[in-house]
Antibody, heavy 117, light 113 residues
């Protein structure tokens, strides 16, 4: 059974850093495209980042230069390192598997990041 | 980036009645590979989104046949033939022809009368 479990969210001050983790089971992270999608409170879905099976990474303009997506193959885990956090980064962050570079078929339950002083 | 525009933004439907949601993209979602990269998701309260429809009109595994998708190019529609209480939530269309980035519509909130 495919499962994605995020962790690492919490309250952080503006300018601070946080690292999110997404532990996968039932499939191999490194063989798939994996993505982070976020949802600000009461708002819609916003794609954040993707890492391809070959290792290429891409980011939304809103996070480029501040966030870094990565994976640990032996731990079968996806990460999102978030630096220079801003109030507008406050959101639930979901990891999701991107199938054939086209659609998200499995999502985690999400982890809440709150950026506030 | 491709902009996805959904209408309406909210719907109130009596159980057993049909519902329809429109999604328009700022560019054609038809790829040279012949596929159209348009998807529909439902986000039930307190849950992550779940895939309903892929490539315009294909129901994902386990999705009831009361859900159907249609359209082409830049205009797409999600229809629910007979709304049930469990269909409550926010519906999103999504494009991935231009990845990155993936973009979503604003969402359509469905409530039961």
């Amino acid at each position: 059974e495919v499962q994605l479990v995020e962790s690492g969210g919490g309250l952080v001050q503006p300018g601070g850093s946080l690292r999110l983790s997404c532990a996968a089971s039932g499939f191999t992270v490194s063989s798939n495209y994996m993505s982070w999608v976020r949802q600000a409170p009461g708002k819609g879905l916003e794609w954040v980042s993707v890492i391809y099976s070959g290792g290429s990474t891409y980011y939304a303009d809103s996070v480029k230069g501040r966030f870094t997506i990565s994976r640990h193959n032996s731990k079968n885990t996806l990460y999102l390192q978030m630096n220079s956090l801003r109030a507008e980064d406050t959101a639930v962050y979901y990891c999701a598997r991107l199938i054939v570079g086209a659609y998200f078929d499995y999502w985690g339950q999400g982890t809440l990041v709150t950026v506030s002083s | 980036d491709i902009v996805m525009t959904q209408t309406p933004l909210s719907l109130s439907v009596t159980p057993g009645q049909p519902a329809s949601i429109s999604c328009k993209s700022s560019q054609s979602l038809l790829h040279s590979d012949g596929k159209t990269y348009l998807y529909w998701y439902l986000q039930k309260p307190g849950q992550p989104p779940q895939l309903l429809i892929y490539e315009v009109s294909n129901r994902f595994s386990g999705v009831p046949d009361r859900f159907s998708g249609s359209g082409s190019g830049t205009d797409f529609t999600l229809k629910i033939s007979r709304v049930e209480a469990e269909d409550v939530g926010v519906y999103y269309c999504m494009q991935s022809i231009q990845l990155p980035p993936v973009t979503f519509g604003q969402g359509t909130r469905l409530e039961i009368k």
